[in-house]
């Protein structure tokens, strides 16, 4: 399994509140991480630095190689449960970083399935001989309009109050997060992103880049480039992991 990634602060930011990692972890598996911080130029990286740092610490401690699929999914929930309390309290410490908090969604990769973790409306895809998979749910003010049907999924990427989300690392001392088991096989990938990218993409360009694309490990490079020829309005990150 390989895994490359990047983030960039786009063309309109003047800070990047973006974070994200890539672990090997034992056996070959692959941790990956990205975190869309907010609250602020004075905490929004803050939040999403510490969010990553504080997970990523949380599973090399606790992970085994031969975990149940059950106890992986634990760990990743109380691995975002402590990043979660890491920021929330961090945020109390002055008024710098009063209210601030980060999304995150991460993927645990083994050559037979990704076990994937998320909180708030950066993204998981998922590849494979079906195609694209858009594996997790937006915790976002659009993605309820979505469902309700009171606007469309296109309306969305434009709504005013897109950028609006539901659930966020540290902006209360308790989160939930969902956790997704998706099987993987030969030539499957997992690609996550923050809103910078999504916002910009169609889920079908994603796809043709990955499944398309001359050289994978050029991959996140070419989306990070459509999205800057689009005006990158936000801060953009893509992380790609291929079996």
Known sequence: MEAWGLTDLGNVRKQNQDYYDI???EG????LVVCDGMGGAKSGNVASRLATEVFVGEIRR?????????ETARMLREAVAL????????????GDFAGMGTTLVAALVTPEA???????DSRAYLFDREGIRFVTVDHSLVEL??????ITREQAKTHPSKNLITRAVGTEAQVACDVYRQPLGPGGAVLLCTD?????????????EVVHGVQKDGC???????AKSRGAPDNVTVVLATV
């Open 23 to 25: 672990v090997r972890l």
């Open 83 to 94: 990043a979660n309390r890491a920021v929330f309290e961090q945020s109390q410490v002055s």
């Open 196 to 208: 910078g990218l999504s916002n910009v993409l169609a889920d079908q360009e994603i796809l043709f």
């Open 114 to 120: 990704a076990t994937i973790a998320n909180v708030g």
């Open 28 to 31: 070959g598996r692959l941790l």
């Open 62 to 70: 606790t992970d085994r190689a031969d975990m149940e699929p059950g």
């Open 220 to 226: 996140c490079q070419r989306l990070l480039d459509i």
């Open 145 to 150: 309009m979505v469902r309700r049907g009171e």
